[in-house]
């Protein structure tokens, strides 16, 4: 395979993305200089090295000097330790934090359960996910918010999260609520605007 295809083959690999849009990319980068190229290949290889996960949410955040295990929101005192959200990635915390109308703690999953999967609790962070509610169930939570999206996959994810979380929930008496009434369905999390988000937290059930 030449180096057009074997590239090809790389972008195939990044969400949505089909054979011809991953040679679009590849045509676009032959089209620019080498330092665009360059640049875009130091900043590839810097991704893993200055950013990491959150040691209690897992969310990605870039590493400091101090050498911080969790990421500043994690380390936020003013934050409300009685509630807990459960989102499936980086962009759907980024997506709550923007409408301002969220002032507990997160966990990002890391990904979503597809339907008829054999190994759900492989395809997200299930282990790290009881350990910290677990954690936080001691120190005096009171509410998990599922925070996924209206779509097949997304109800999915949430019904297994509240199946892997039922045992500790009845523990330590913890609501257990979903964004789910105030989307609409089809809705990306991602994609919500403020509004929206803010309604739907409001009419959580
Ligand atoms: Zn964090």
Same mark, same amino acid.
């Given at each position: 395979m030449d180096s057009i295809n074997k590239l090809a083959?790389?972008?195939?690999?990044?969400? +949505? $993305? +089909?054979? =011809?849009?991953?040679? =679009?990319?590849v045509y676009y980068l032959l089209s620019r200089n080498s330092g665009y190229l360059e640049n875009l290949a130091k900043l590839t290889l810097e991704l893993k090295r200055q950013i990491k996960n959150c040691s209690s949410c897992f969310r990605f955040f870039?590493? *400091?000097?101090? +050498?911080a295990a969790q990421c500043a929101l994690?380390? *936020?005192?003013? =934050? *409300?330790?009685?509630?807990?959200? #459960?989102v499936a990635r980086d962009a759907d915390l980024e997506a709550i934090e923007k409408s301002h109308s969220y002032n507990g703690f997160y966990f990002v999953l890391g990904g979503t359960v597809p339907i008829l999967e054999k190994e759900p609790e492989k395809k997200i962070r299930s282990k790290a996910l009881t350990g910290l509610v677990k954690k936080r169930a001691a120190e005096g939570l009171k509410e998990i #918010? $599922?925070?996924?999206?209206?779509? @097949?996959? +997304?109800?999915?994810? @949430? *019904?297994?999260?509240?199946?892997?979380l039922t045992p500790i929930i009845a523990q330590f008496n913890i609501k257990l609520s979903g964004l789910g009434r105030g989307l609409s369905t089809g809705t990306e999390l991602e994609y919500s605007d403020a509004d929206t988000i803010k309604n739907a937290l409001k009419n959580r059930s």
């Amino acid at each position: 395979m030449d180096s057009i295809n074997k590239l090809a083959e790389l972008f195939k690999e990044f969400p +949505g $993305i +089909g054979s =011809r849009q991953a040679k =679009r990319f590849v045509y676009y980068l032959l089209s620019r200089n080498s330092g665009y190229l360059e640049n875009l290949a130091k900043l590839t290889l810097e991704l893993k090295r200055q950013i990491k996960n959150c040691s209690s949410c897992f969310r990605f955040f870039p590493a *400091d000097a101090a +050498g911080a295990a969790q990421c500043a929101l994690c380390r *936020d005192a003013a =934050r *409300d330790s009685a509630s807990l959200m #459960i989102v499936a990635r980086d962009a759907d915390l980024e997506a709550i934090e923007k409408s301002h109308s969220y002032n507990g703690f997160y966990f990002v999953l890391g990904g979503t359960v597809p339907i008829l999967e054999k190994e759900p609790e492989k395809k997200i962070r299930s282990k790290a996910l009881t350990g910290l509610v677990k954690k936080r169930a001691a120190e005096g939570l009171k509410e998990i #918010i $599922i925070a996924a999206s209206v779509n @097949a996959e +997304g109800e999915n994810t @949430a *019904d297994f999260v509240a199946k892997l979380l039922t045992p500790i929930i009845a523990q330590f008496n913890i609501k257990l609520s979903g964004l789910g009434r105030g989307l609409s369905t089809g809705t990306e999390l991602e994609y919500s605007d403020a509004d929206t988000i803010k309604n739907a937290l409001k009419n959580r059930s």
